[in-house]
């Protein structure tokens, strides 16, 4: 899941009404950045959104952003090119001190730009390079885990700034295209985008988690032998878990929280927003109440998709 170099960037120039456009904030085309730690599956996520219909830039210098986004500005008139994506990273050496820059003056013209970012853990990314038996990019005479580490110092700005903070630690690659595909893919008109995700807690908590919330509160279908082999998607154990006291009480709690969380949200401009519920495995309590957030969070300002994690780990 480490990533290689890619196609040349091309370019564009706006004219004078597209810039009028764009100083008012109108957002002509999707652009989406994709960046974060080498070995985390920035091929990968650059690939489905080209299965998905995107034009995807890969290893763009940060320099052309601009560039890219006055192309982008053409693209409802030229249907060979339609959402654009580029995949900026540390390879660009150098030119990777600038991404900051860019993403300030593409605001100040009035684009807004979806800054995505893949993580993992340290464990997952070394164990990724070793099995391609590649360096990483800033490893240079050192270690493996001191290149990781100086990638993590040199990022870590830019993943406070993400739109969305994608974790791939623990997925193989058709996992991640599982995951990342409902994010890009659709009907984009939807001011945000929230993906419901359950998880085990013994298997770590989400890194790109927005909100984490403990199922463990409710009783374990795990213990009860007729629904021990079942998962929250059956509906026997659904069923079950949504009986329980206080599990209709903390759906109504989460959802109406949300609802002023998901206004800020598009005050602001962010689209995505990861709500995560756990439990001991992810196999039972989470993924039923993750079922049953999804159905109560959507409407026509928000898309929600599920994304059960570790369901199969067991």
């Known amino acids: 899941m480490t990533d290689e170099d890619g196609p040349a960037p091309g370019d564009g120039a706006p004219d004078a009404a597209d810039s009028a456009d764009l100083a008012g904030g109108r957002d002509p085309a999707e652009l989406v950045i994709v960046t974060g730690m080498s070995g985390a599956g920035r091929s990968t996520t650059a690939n489905v959104l080209e299965d998905s219909g995107w034009y995807v830039i890969d290893n763009l210098p940060p320099q052309l952003l601009v560039s890219l986004a006055d192309l982008a500005t053409e693209a409802p008139r030229r249907p060979s090119l339609p959402r654009l994506a580029a995949v900026v990273d540390v390879r660009a050496r150098g030119f990777f001190d600038h991404l900051q820059t860019a993403l300030d003056e593409l605001r100040e013209r009035g684009w807004r730009p979806n800054l995505v970012f893949l993580d993992a853990t340290d464990e997952a990314i070394v164990r990724r390079f070793e099995s391609v038996?590649?360096?990483?990019?800033?490893?240079?005479?050192?270690?493996?885990?001191?290149?990781?580490?100086?990638?993590?110092?040199?990022?870590?700005?830019?993943?406070?700034?993400?739109?969305?903070?994608?974790?791939?630690?623990?997925?193989?690659v058709h996992q991640l295209a599982k995951k990342v595909h409902p994010v890009f893919s659709g009907d984009i008109g939807h001011k945000v985008r929230i993906a419901?995700?359950?998880?085990?807690f013994k298997y770590g908590v989400p890194l790109d988690a927005d909100f984490v919330f403990d199922m463990r509160f409710l009783p374990n279908p795990f213990w009860i032998p007729e629904l021990r082999n079942f998962t929250g998607q059956d509906a026997p154990v659904a069923e079950f878990v949504m009986a329980q006291e206080g599990a209709?009480?903390?759906?109504?709690?989460?959802?109406?929280?949300?609802?002023?969380?998901?206004?800020?949200?598009?005050?602001?401009?962010?689209?995505?927003?990861?709500?995560?519920?756990?439990?001991?495995?992810?196999?039972?309590?989470?993924?039923?109440?993750?079922?049953?957030?999804?159905?109560?969070?959507?409407?026509?300002?928000?898309?929600?998709?599920?994304?059960?994690?570790?369901?199969?780990q067991e």
């Open 133 to 172: 038996r590649r360096p990483h990019p800033l490893q240079g005479d050192g270690r493996l885990l001191d290149g990781i580490t100086r990638e993590r110092v040199m990022l870590a700005d830019l993943r406070a700034r993400a739109d969305v903070v994608i974790d791939t630690s623990g997925l193989n």
């Open 196 to 200: 419901v995700m359950s998880f085990g």
């Open 248 to 312: 209709p009480e903390f759906v109504d709690r989460v959802v109406a929280l949300m609802d002023p969380v998901t206004a800020g949200y598009i005050r602001e401009g962010r689209r995505y927003v990861t709500v995560a519920v756990g439990c001991t495995g992810g196999k039972h309590r989470s993924v039923a109440v993750a079922e049953a957030l999804r159905s109560r969070l959507s409407s026509e300002d928000i898309a929600t998709f599920v994304v059960h994690r570790d369901l199969g």
